[in-house]
């Protein structure tokens, strides 16, 4: 079902009495006058805490309806702050001059040195508390914040002419950040330097917070435009999976080794890359082909495979390197696709979300196991052909659409009103309460069906809002990450010995099985009324490649990719 949903009030709880409980229901909702709040985190540590930031587009600009925070700083600011989750209060605003190109992604370092950590693109001078100064076109920072709102990082990438940082991984658990982009011309970094001249070069860094070193960084080599554009960290398998636009051809370069991604005909391609978080080696990639533009929202690792959300412009989209005849046609407009890979990066399927009204997806979230967000707008209007490309439609509704992990859709929220809306991101709580921020032009009208209580007027070109949801209906509740944390499996590569540990709250049956890339079992062992298990594995014996470790404790599973060398 579609819900038609928008917002404006706080507490509007006496509507939120005649809704369904079986669809997503506003709680409150805050207006930000001229900002693009484009950036949101819940802080899963608290319980109670949610990370907001943004662009003020207006200058001299940024307030909240009703008042939480209030800037009349000059020119573009970066905005930043924490808010609870009642949306009403900001201890942590700080808004940081400078000509501010985009706010691109930022990730949670909540354990052990509990910060949020931002990036983005800025050109003059950036920040407040520890200032930068970019002397080229543009430049790249990383900015992390403490608990007790004290900036302890601000890192400056440049080179001699542009780079950019487009997105942004962290380690929940050490204080190591991973972040792709682009460069033209030189850079050094971590005592490396690269020289792309005038192609645009792709470049993925592993960069640590406490040392301030860079641990490795790898280069996409090509004549032409190429860019790390989406990554994600996978903590299990201590890997990297990347979604890097290479055009036709690229050359990867960890410092030690090379290798050559090519796309079948017809090229405007991506690679989707599996990286060693450890060294940066590439491990294993495919590549996703177009017969014209795409772009990349997002991609996700979860527990039943990699997903990857892309933008496609009347396109075919050609998924799979090794069968280059098979393809996904476009609806002859502006498509959002959802592909679906396994373990080994083979493709499994797609869910394709366009209308002819054409649709956009901003960002791809996985909110829990199995469980992910499409986020951005849909055109009101429609275009007759790909030739109008310079008469794109103003007016557009903000959507959000929910998938499981077998690519069904299982509820949308749109907004409506006179101007464009967008939704850029969303975050849930353990009680299945998500909080989604975006930006609208002119007048949202964010419940019709009802009365016009959730209506939002903008104060200038284009104001942002977070709002509050109940979708505890589609995602349950308790703390995300919890069904795979029984089992431990190491190292991985693995060259002799595999050490399984298993920690269960239940006595009861457990069953490893170890399959080879075709599936087929080589190895198997059973444990009953067991809880604590550590069990090692002789995998001496076994050809290098890939395989896939199968752990069964009572009524849950996991299944890790092992790398034998």
Known sequence: ?????????????????????????????????????????????????????????????????PPLMTSTNPG???????????????????????????????????????????????????????????????????????????????????SNMEFRIFDLATSPSSDDIYFGGAFTGQTTIG????????????????????????????????IGFLSYDKITYDQQLDRIYALAKIGNTATYNDGSSQTVISAPSPGNAYALLEIAASSGALLDFTTIASSSLILASGIIKSTSGIYVALNSFFSTIFPDATNPFFSIPGNGGVDIDVLRYDL?????????????????????????????????????DTRVNSSQTESLPITAQATMFFLDNNLNLLDSIITGGKGFDTFFDADIDSLGNLYACGMFSDTTDLDPDTTSVYQMISTGSFDGF??????????????????????????????????????SKKTGHILIQMLNSHGKEIYEVAFTDSRNLKHSFNCSGLSPGIYFLKVIVNDKSTVRKIIKI
Not at 206 to 220: E, F, H, P
Not at 468 to 491: C, H, M, Q, W
């Open 1 to 65: 079902m579609k819900k038609t949903i928008q917002i404006i009030q706080i507490f509007a709880l006496a509507l939120l009495f005649f809704k369904s409980s079986a669809q997503p229901q506003i709680q409150i909702a805050v207006q930000f006058a001229g900002v693009d709040t484009n950036q949101i985190r819940f802080l899963e540590s608290t319980g109670t805490e949610i990370v907001i930031g943004g662009i003020s587009i207006n200058a001299g600009t940024l307030n909240t309806i």
């Open 76 to 158: 573009a600011d970066v905005f930043i702050g924490i808010v609870n989750n009642l949306l009403q209060s900001a201890p942590c605003l700080e808004t940081d001059l400078g000509i501010t190109e985009l706010l691109s992604s930022f990730g949670l370092v909540e354990a052990p040195l509990q910060k949020a950590v931002y990036s983005g693109n800025f050109s003059g001078s950036f920040g407040t508390s520890l200032p930068l100064i970019c002397n080229q076109p543009v430049c790249g920072f990383l900015f992390a914040r403490n608990k007790q709102c004290q900036v302890t990082n601000t890192i400056k990438f440049e």
């Open 191 to 222: 005592g490396n330097s690269y020289n792309a001249g005038f192609d645009q070069w792709g470049i993925l860094v592993k960069y640590n917070l406490t040392s301030g070193i860079s641990d490795w960084q790898t280069t996409l080599e090509s």
């Open 344 to 380: 080994t990066l083979t493709y499994q399927g797609n869910r394709k979300i366009g209308t002819a009204k054409e649709d956009f997806s901003t960002r791809f979230r996985e909110l829990k196991p199995n469980r992910f967000v499409l986020l951005g707008y849909e055109f009101k």
């Open 466 to 503: 977070i709002a509050k949801y109940d979708i505890s209906y589609l995602v349950g509740t308790g703390k995300y990450n919890a069904e795979e944390n029984f089992a431990k499996v190491f190292p991985n590569p693995a060259s002799d010995k595999l050490h399984i540990n298993i920690h």
